[in-house]
């Protein structure tokens, strides 16, 4: 039973891998389209192979490591970066033999914290100033939105009666929680663009103050997983804002269009906003945010209460 579980474990990161470079496309090609050009259309129809081709030159360029860079660190923060992006894909309740747990939401919020790691170790190891300013932005902007992003989730969990991802399909059978709780799902999704690093709030990668920010110094393979942990987040964050408000279950196909179209608001807000300042972003973390998120769960704890009161 544990030698399937794995098996089918393995299964499904290749599954996300494979879907992290059509993700790529999909992204190219909305741009395209927002900005009135076409996108890539030459490699293989329409461009569908666009991505494939990507990834052989990616991992075929030669790797350049800084002289002055700390080595171990700096080789193998993407690793890690890329490990904590997949391992968090085991909370989701697949049903198939998959590692299936009661404090599920737990792990996500552990695995979501470790994600800061890699990337201070990434800018801090490459012994550049730009690399290390863009990650000390990302380490602190990352951590802002984790409390906000911790409120937010409190208050489904509440409504549901436990951290299991399993109880959010039985709840929402009938009635969708984004319905009943319309501001929370907003505010989740806008601190998800914050803590996958995406516009309007990419200031670990601001290009025109930064260079590229923390992965500055980063070339080929280095780069490439870099990149394919911040795209395996984007995937994952969309299949857990439709797990918790649109009533998602992983065993139905319609779960999977729900998660395209979360992934496509993605790409859309980037093709649309610009940039906030700096101090904006930490403002709307901590001053507004964080109070509404607690306002909402202390109201849902009222009324799970209440519920408690009545049907004792």
């Not at 030159?57 to 700390?70: A, C, D, G, I």
């Not at 929370?184 to 200031?203: H, I, Q, V």
């Not at 923390?214 to 857990?240: D, H, K, P, V, W």
């Not at 859309?268 to 945010?289: C, E, H, I, N, Q």
Request: glycine content about 6%; hydrophobic content about 55%.
């Amino acid at each position: 039973m544990f030698f399937i579980s794995i098996l089918n474990y393995i299964f499904l990161l290749v599954c996300v891998l494979v879907s992290v470079a059509f993700v790529t496309l999909l992204e190219r090609k909305i741009l395209g389209y927002i900005q009135i050009r076409k996108g890539p259309n030459k490699v293989g129809y329409m461009g569908i192979l666009q991505p494939f081709a990507d990834a052989v030159k990616l991992f075929l360029k030669e790797q350049t490591v800084p002289t002055l860079s700390n080595f171990l660190p700096y080789y193998l923060s993407p690793v890690f970066g890329l490990f904590t992006a997949l391992v968090v894909w085991a909370v989701i309740p697949f049903n198939s033999g998959l590692m299936n747990f009661d404090m599920s939401i737990l792990f996500f919020m552990c695995c979501l914290s470790l994600g800061v790691y890699s990337t201070m170790s990434a800018g801090w190891a490459s012994n550049s100033k730009y690399s290390l300013l863009g990650s000390l932005r990302a380490v602190a902007q990352t951590i802002s939105y984790e409390v906000s992003l911790a409120f937010i989730l409190l208050s489904p969990v509440f409504m549901v009666g436990g951290f299991n991802l399993e109880l959010f399909n039985f709840y929402q059978e009938s009635m969708w929680l984004i319905w009943f709780m319309f501001p929370l799902g907003m505010l989740w999704l806008a601190s998800c663009l914050a803590e996958t690093n995406r516009t309007p709030f990419d200031f670990a990668e601001g290009e025109s103050e930064l260079v590229s920010g923390f992965n500055t110094e980063y070339s080929s393979g280095g780069f490439a997983l870099i990149f394919m942990a911040e795209y395996a987040s984007i995937l994952f964050m969309s299949s857990l804002y439709a797990l918790l408000f649109l009533g998602g279950n992983p065993n139905s196909l319609l779960f999977y269009f729900k998660l395209t179209f979360v992934a496509f608001i993605f790409v859309w807000v980037r093709g649309t906003l610009p940039r906030l300042r700096y101090d904006k972003l930490m403002y709307l973390a901590w001053k507004s945010f964080l109070p509404v998120a607690l306002n909402y769960l202390i109201f849902f704890m009222g009324l799970k209460m209440m519920f408690y009161c009545f049907v004792l």
